[in-house]
């Protein structure tokens, strides 16, 4: 499964998409937004996809907007609609119960940083770099970009990356919140499947449970969430992967859930 824009490939349960126009720096254009829709939902509906991994091709994860139609139609209207694109498949993303990994292969630009941080998890080669891109063209920050690096990296820095347009190298995005590890860039994607096969292994349920959970951690009060905590663990502990895991701890052996 693949398209010009963006090549797919599913294997046992893992979907890996990498964004395939190395040579334009793989630009949010309109080609490769439509692809990334189609393959998200796609992957929220097929049941045998548990995990996807997002990553670039060539020496760039993603430069962000395609500039080309940048001005080309300024109007609002104009604007907007070329957003919605963008924000569907971000929805979809955020949503969705199962794990979405990206793999920052290199530079993220503008929208490209805010896709990179759409990963439940964000592994980062020791080459990638980031930037916001959006000062230098005068527009507003975009790609869900604001909502994720503040939950991340707090107010103060997010408001350094954003006005500044300073270029934050691998190693200053781990240690600000900003990725969730740095790996060698010769091994970043032998480690996001190996990763992935790991969550695609394990017990997907209860990882949706935790993943919805964590959704809402920074807008629930601690009553609030103690009460969904109480209602997931029940339904947690319902599963046959529960039963499954517990068992192969007293029996020493390495469980095999189901996702059931």
């Known amino acids: 499964m ?6 797919a490939e599913v294997s046992n349960g893992v979907a890996c998409w990498t964004l395939n126009r190395p040579a334009e720096r793989n630009p949010f254009s309109a080609e490769i937004k439509q692809a990334l829709l ?6 929220v509906a097929d049941e045998r996809q548990k995990v996807v991994i997002i990553t670039g091709a060539g020496e760039f994860f993603s430069a962000g907007g395609d500039l080309r139609v940048v001005g080309s139609d300024p109007s609002p209207l104009n604007t907007r609609r070329i957003i919605s694109v963008t924000h569907a498949f971000l929805r979809l993303l955020h949503s969705c119960e199962k794990p979405v990994i990206t793999a920052v292969n290199g530079g993220a630009v503008g929208a490209g ?8 998890i964000v592994l980062a080669s020791d080459r990638a770099w980031f930037m916001s891109g959006f000062p230098r063209i005068g527009a507003v920050p975009d790609a869900g970009l604001m909502y994720y690096l503040t939950r991340a990296v707090g107010l103060p820095k997010a408001r350094d990356f954003l006005l500044t347009n300073r270029r934050i190298d691998a190693a200053g995005a781990d240690a600000s919140g900003m990725v969730s590890r740095v790996v060698p860039h010769d091994e970043l994607m032998a480690q996001a499947r ?22 809402q951690t920074l807008h629930d009060s601690f009553d609030s969430h103690l009460l969904r905590e109480d209602l997931a663990q029940a339904v947690a502990f319902s599963t046959n ?3 499954e895991g517990v068992a192969a701890l007293k029996e020493k052996r390495r469980p095999r859930f189901q996702g059931r």
């Open 241 to 243: 992967d529960l039963a």
């Open 2 to 7: 693949s398209t010009a824009a963006v090549l």
């Open 194 to 215: 190996a990763l992935a096969r790991e969550l695609a292994e394990g017990p997907t349920a209860a990882t949706a449970l935790t993943k919805a959970m964590l959704a």
């Open 113 to 120: 940083v805010g896709l990179a941080m759409s990963g439940d």
């Open 38 to 43: 189609k393959l998200a939902q796609e992957f």
